[in-house]
Each structure stands twice: as C-alpha cells, then as structure tokens.
C-alpha cells in the first residue's frame, strides 16, 4: 500500500476543469468488505452550504450508484497523469461494470481505506474523501436547454447528482 498524508484544502491547487474533464477520476464506494469503482470525467468541485463540495453525476444504470446509495460516503481518486496505465485502467474502469467482472483486481490495482473507511484507490496520488450530503435526481422537465435531454438522455438513462463535503484530503 502506498503511503497517502492528509492534506490541507487551502494548499491544494488544481485546475477542476483539466483535472476532472481530462484526466478523469475514479469514483469509489462500499465498505471492507466490496466495493466498486468507475471512472467519471463530469462533476465540480467548490462550495456549497458552507462546505468545501465536490458534485458528481451518476446514471442510473451504474452499479457503483447502488454502494454510492447504500453507504454515507465515497472518494474521488486522482491519477498521475504521465502514467499510461493510469489512463488504461480508467478506461477499463469506464467500460467495464463491476456487476460483470471484479475490476479493480483485474486492473491489478489495489483499495484502500481512508480514516474514516471510505474505500479509494491505492494507485492514485490524490484521493478526495466525500460525505453525502444530498442527492437529486435529474429530470427532463428540469432543463432550461432543450438540446441537453435529446444530446445526453436519448436511452432516457438520468443521473443523478450527488454533492458531498470533502471532509479529508489524501496525497502522495
Ligand atoms: C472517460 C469516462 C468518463 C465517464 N464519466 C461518467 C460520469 O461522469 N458519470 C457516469 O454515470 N458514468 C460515467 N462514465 C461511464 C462509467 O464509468 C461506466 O458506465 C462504468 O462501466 C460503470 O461501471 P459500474 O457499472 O461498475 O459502476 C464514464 C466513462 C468514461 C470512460
């Protein structure tokens, strides 16, 4: 296992649109005994509710939704990004479901568990530990542009969104 330090939020500088949009992240949940992770290129980070929140969007089809649903948290694991694996492994976490194959063993990559036991991914260099804080259902009628429902909803497969309180952040 690497060796993760926590690290403070007013030191932590990344630019979210590269670093969520390009280089993507894993978003992990469950507990010691399963979890499941999938890749995820949408979703913000900032603060709500006086709160330092990541937003992430979840469809319903993921089986990652079901252990983000059952448990009070999840992570957002980050990667090097130099590192090709790295990239492999987040488009086979991405295309893959975890209902079919166990994925985080077959990337050869390893969980681990934060302080407070919110599984995230071993091989990352920057984990955001996240607590639920509510969840929204997106919904057709909720669209200001038309051009959102039938560009990203045509097999009517909604996300959902969660905003959740970065309560720990993890580097190496
Ligand atoms: C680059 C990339 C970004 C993705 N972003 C999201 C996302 O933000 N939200 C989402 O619901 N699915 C997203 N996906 C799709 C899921 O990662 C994919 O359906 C995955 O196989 C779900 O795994 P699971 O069923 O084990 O949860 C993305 C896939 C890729 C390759």
Redesign the pocket.
Known sequence: MHSFQPYPADLLEINPFTKIGTE?MAVTAGDNKKA????????TIGVLWGKNVVS????D?????EFIDSHDTFSLTFFDKQNKENKLA??Y???????KED?IANAKMHVDYASDGTPYIDEGNLVLVCRKMSATKILPEQFIDDAIDSTWYKDKDY?TMYVAEVTEILAR
């Open positions: 993507w499941n992770t999938m890749t995820a290129s949408w979703g992430v969007f979840i469809r089809s993921r089986y990652t939704k987040l488009k976490f991405g295309a893959v479901s975890g209902r994925k996300h």
